[in-house]
């Protein structure tokens, strides 16, 4: 696959590679990072559904809450930054959409972010007038079909602006500020977020919602659990209690005043390091209970052979002598992490129920074989996941696809294996702007952070 290797700013300036720094000696580190962007973006879009004005306490400040703040912002709700409490940004106050106050055309841009993508066209059926969507050049390769012919069943009109009836974006969404809502069947097995992209409205359907999949199971459950308990939390009723049916009974949703919990998914690099360095991460504020996938690392990081405690709300993690490879299902969004401590793993690992990580912010699973043997590993695809053999790995370029976990990949493979270099770090941004800097922190709490460029770079591309 052709990778992006040539990063510029906005002014047109090349961007260098970012040489991911070496770990000479295990790490030790206590580490907070930024809130759940699955978390941030569900609040956002019910704050902006609910009766009255909410806030959000310690949010995430990425590129895809900021694109999930506008998108709203077009569609009528008032976002305001206040002062709060959080190491990484303003709390968020939200005054629900005005289908009056949005102009009769917006124009929303999604990015890259999956969940502006799928989350806010069905807000913007509820209101009066075209909303039209587009986003990065690879966000119009994403799987988008479902959520297009769920609204139309649903007798809102998608169209491309051009005419005729699009399959991805771009596509307006025409709105008449009213969905009846009822039955309805779709086939979520590209990404769990048409799932909740339409729990999340369904209760400001004026019948309310019955969906219910059809086809090869839904990927990435715990997400759904997340929008359910998310929902359950603001007042709506949701049953799930049959397997791929949820009934969301309509009424209102319940304003709120709400904390976000750090990105478990995104504390996955750093909790990494302490097994790619044989040393010790722990993260303080670690949540007793979560719907987050990230919970996972607890068992995931313990397979591979590291120490894992959860005492007094503190996780930490301890590297064990080697990494152990295994089987992981159902990774998730967690998998480029998990790849890349496989790649440096003593034994061969196989990942599982990942096939449509090939729609994500890239098609991952080609991604990561690729970044992986470019480096000398042995990765292979399967038809749901990936296959990764031991191999001694040595110094090059990570390329990052505009993809934050491709880029975080490779910072962990630049820990373990001297003269990594990683191509677009900036794409971090979009739910981790702080992970650069959050990243030599981490190695600096027991010494300098020691760069590619200072220590052997053999092999690498430039
Ligand atoms: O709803 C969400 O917040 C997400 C759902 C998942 O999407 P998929 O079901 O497409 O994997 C996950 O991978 C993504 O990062 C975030
Ligand atoms: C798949 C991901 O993102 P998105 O919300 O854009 O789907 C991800 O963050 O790993």
Redesign the pocket.
């Known amino acids: 696959m052709t990778a992006a290797a040539d990063v510029r700013d906005d002014s047109g300036m090349h961007v260098p590679h970012w040489p991911a720094p070496f770990a000479s000696r295990p790490v030790d580190a206590t580490v907070t990072v930024p809130g759940s962007?699955?978390l941030t973006n569900r609040y956002l879009v019910l704050a902006a559904l609910a009766d009255g004005p909410s806030r959000l306490r310690a949010p995430l400040h990425s590129r895809?809450s900021a694109l999930m703040i506008e998108a709203l912002r077009q569609l009528g709700a008032t976002i305001t930054e206040v002062p709060g409490d959080g190491a990484f940004g303003p709390d968020l106050e939200v005054v629900p959409l005005d289908p009056d106050a949005a102009s009769s055309l917006t124009r929303i841009d999604c990015g890259?972010?999956?969940?502006v993508m799928r989350f806010v066209p069905p807000l913007a059926a509820l209101r009066n007038g075209e909303s039209v969507f587009d986003g990065d050049p690879h966000a119009r390769k994403?799987p988008m079909g479902t959520i297009i012919e769920a609204l139309s069943a649903l007798g809102v009109a998608v169209s491309a602006e051009e005419g005729g009836t699009p399959s991805s974006l771009p596509f307006v969404v025409e709105g008449t500020g009213e969905v009846r809502g009822g039955h309805l069947v779709i086939d979520a097995s590209a990404?769990s977020?048409f799932v909740s992209a339409l729990l999340l409205v369904g209760a400001r359907f004026t019948e309310g919602l019955h969906l219910e999949h059809v086809g090869k199971p839904v990927p990435s459950l715990d997400h759904i659990n997340m929008t359910v308990a998310v929902l359950r939390g603001a007042g709506v009723a949701v049953d799930d209690s049959v397997p791929n049916h949820w009934v969301v009974s309509p009424g209102p949703i319940r304003a709120f005043d709400q904390r976000i919990e750090q990105d478990l998914?995104n504390a996955g690099p750093f909790l990494a390091a302490a097994l790619a360095s044989r040393g010790t991460v722990r993260i303080p504020g670690w949540p007793d209970e979560t719907q987050q996938v990230g919970d996972l690392w607890r068992s995931i990081l313990a397979a591979m052979g590291a120490e894992v405690t959860l005492h007094g709300g503190v996780l930490t993690v301890t590297g064990g002598p080697h990494i152990k490879g295994g089987e992981f299902a159902d990774t998730s969004?967690l998998a480029p992490t998990v790849a890349a401590l496989c790649a440096l793993a003593t034994g061969p690992s196989r990942l599982t129920g990942i096939a449509h990580l090939r729609g994500?912010?890239t098609d991952r699973l080609a991604a990561l074989v690729t970044e992986i043997n470019r480096l000398g590993g042995d990765a292979e695809e399967t038809s749901d996941g990936l296959v990764i053999r031991p191999a001694k790995l040595h110094a090059g370029v990570v390329h990052s696809y505009a993809d934050?976990?491709m880029a975080t990949a490779g910072a962990i493979l630049g820990l373990a294996v001297e003269g990594v270099q990683v191509e677009d770090i900036g794409t971090t941004a979009?739910?981790m702007p702080d992970f650069p800097r959050l990243w030599t922190g981490m190695l600096a709490q027991n010494g300098p952070a020691e760069t590619a460029s200072e220590g052997s770079s053999g092999g690498a591309e430039h």
């Open positions: 962007k699955s895809d890259l972010a999956g969940t994403r990404s977020q998914s969004e994500h912010e934050h976990r979009k739910t």
